[in-house]
Structure formats: structure tokens, C-alpha cells
């Protein structure tokens, strides 16, 4: 898909260079950043979701879950999100944007996790945080279609959720979309040094940095960290919206690759002038990638 970046996205990411959003990733930003949040807390649902939505208040295995059921209609299908974060960072108000105009699209009930994060928790205590949520929802779902979703580290966590599932044998969601999703935590990839240069969001120094508080001691190439590396097969549909000007892209061509190469069917969608996350932004791109994620999931 090639689209050109309207004026409300142009000026956006003109705001972004302005106020220097990329070096908040810097090693030095770092622990100012976690005590603010942790502090601040998880962003939660505004008064125009909750108009929406009843949200209901929930906790798995130590756990907090907020799920958003429609106020209006039957529930047409089961959505488990997975906010990104870099692993570190909580929800934000960008996110439950996104969801909410996601849900309403599809009169969905959607169920946001607040896994634990790093530096306060290892990767396997969240994964298994994410798995728990996940079998709960599942418990809990109505009999309609069912989708995994996660944007960034989420959308890393989402794919690495499924492929337990699958190796495990356990209920598989009907669909899975991921949204600029970081799937190798290698960094090794030659072409990110370009890629650092076209992004304005995400720099690949902080990133390094940023995953160490996940890492803890796990070999960076194992599946549970790097899911690029599980394997796609037996997976359901995948779909994967990726933007060129954004680290993160060359994750998704090598999920693309990949997928072609094992001929597993894989939903690809490109918007070449995009950033990290963008359809979580109040620009006219975002509408497109809402639409292509809604036809997916309903299709």
C-alpha cells in the first residue's frame, strides 16, 4: 500500500524532530523516564470510552486486566491487546485511542492486560503474566472470533504468546495483527544503521539499552525473546502494519520473508512514509490502518 503523507501527518512528525521525541530513548533518559511513569501510573480509559464501553476491572494471577465490553449490540468478537512500551513503559492514552476506534468498528469486547514491567520484572514473569491473561480471556470469551493483538513490544509479546500457545497446545486465537512490532531483540540486522536514520521516534541506542531491562541474562536469539526466530508454522492469519520510517520495519520485511518462505499466509501492510505505531495518531493514515486491521479481523 503506498500512501503520501497527508498535511496533519507531516506536521506531526515536524513536531516530533522539533521537540526532540527521539532522544527520550537516550541511556540517560532512561531511569527519569520508568520514575515518571511509574509514578504517573497506567494511562486509563477516557470518558469518551467509558461512554462506549463498560469497563469492567479485573486480576489473573496477579494481574490487572481492564475489559471493555460494548454498551450497545452483541459482543461480534474477542480482542486481547498488548500495549507497547519498550517493556518498561505502561499504557498510554495513544493506545486506548486506537483500541477504543478498533472496538467500535467492530462492536468488540476488548481485554487490555497491564503485564508487569521491566526493570521490576524478568521476561519469563511476564510472559507468564501474558499467558495467564490470555487463558483466562479465552475462559471468559464469547463464541465468536477471537484475536491477539500488539503493537511494538506488545506486538512482540503477542507473537511470542501465540507460538507458546501453539508449541503447548493450547487455544489458539482465530487471528493475530501486529502493529509495528519489534520481533528480534538481536538488533543485528545490517540495514537497521539506515533505518536509525529515517526513524524519528525510536533510536536504535536507547533500544539496545531499553531491552537490557527485559533481557536479564536470556540469550537474545531465543524464541521467547526474538519470536522472528519460533517458526510460523501452524500459526492462524497474520496480519503486520508496518511503516518504512520506523526501526522496526525491518522486522517486519524479515516476518514477510519469512512467512512467503514457509507459505504461510501473511497479511502484509505497508505504509512507506509512516513511523513507529502510527495508527495509534490522530492523522489520516491512522483511519486507513484502523480500516485494514477491521477488514482483517472480520474477514
Known amino acids: 500500500m503506498t500512501v503520501q503523507p497527508s498535511l496533519a ?17 537516550a541511556p540517560q533518559y532512561r531511569k527519569p523516564l520508568i520514575a515518571f511513569h511509574r509514578l504517573k501510573g497506567p494511562s486509563l480509559p477516557g470518558l469518551r470510552t467509558r461512554m462506549q464501553f463498560r469497563v469492567t476491572d479485573t486480576c489473573v494471577a496477579g494481574t490487572r486486566s481492564l475489559v471493555l465490553t460494548p454498551r450497545r449490540g452483541r459482543v461480534a ?3 486481547f491487546y498488548l500495549h507497547g512500551g519498550g517493556f518498561i513503559l505502561p499504557i498510554t492514552p495513544f493506545h486506548w485511542r486506537l483500541i477504543r476506534k478498533l472496538a467500535v468498528r467492530l462492536n468488540a469486547r476488548v481485554t487490555v492486560p497491564f503485564y508487569p514491567l521491566a ?21 471468559n470469551a464469547e463464541p465468536v472470533p477471537r484475536t491477539v493483538m500488539g503493537d511494538s513490544s506488545g506486538g512482540n509479546l503477542a507473537l511470542s504468546l501465540v507460538q507458546r500457545l501453539r508449541n503447548q497446545g493450547e487455544p489458539m486465537p482465530d487471528r ?14 545490517p540495514r537497521l544503521d539506515a533505518a536509525d536514520h529515517r526513524d524519528i521516534l525510536l533510536d536504535l541506542v536507547g533500544l ?40 522496526t520495519h525491518v522486522d517486519a520485511l524479515r516476518l514477510r520473508d519469512l512467512a512467503r518462505d514457509a507459505g504461510v499466509p501473511l497479511n502484509f501492510v505497508n505504509f512507506p512514509d509512516m513511523i513507529h505505531v502510527w495508527p495509534a495518531f490522530p492523522i489520516p493514515e491512522a483511519r486507513q490502518a484502523i480500516k485494514a486491521m477491521t477488514d482483517f479481523i472480520a474477514s
Do not use: C
Open 9 to 25: 501527518a507531516r506536521l506531526l512528525f515536524r513536531a516530533m524532530q522539533v521537540l526532540g521525541t527521539k532522544r527520550l530513548l
Open 77 to 79: 468478537h474477542e480482542i
Open 119 to 139: 526493570p521490576e520484572n524478568a521476561a519469563p514473569a511476564i510472559w507468564d503474566a501474558v499467558h495467564a491473561a490470555y487463558l483466562d480471556f479465552t475462559a
Open 176 to 189: 493475530v495483527v501486529l502493529i509495528s512490532p519489534a520481533l528480534d531483540l538481536t538488533l543485528s540486522d
Open 208 to 247: 539496545r539499552h531499553m531491552t537490557a531491562n527485559y533481557i536479564k541474562g536470556i540469550a537474545l536469539d531465543d524464541p521467547r525473546l526474538s519470536p522472528l526466530f519460533g517458526g510460523l508454522n501452524d500459526l492462524p492469519p497474520l496480519q503486520v502494519l508496518t511503516g518504512a520510517r520506523d526501526l
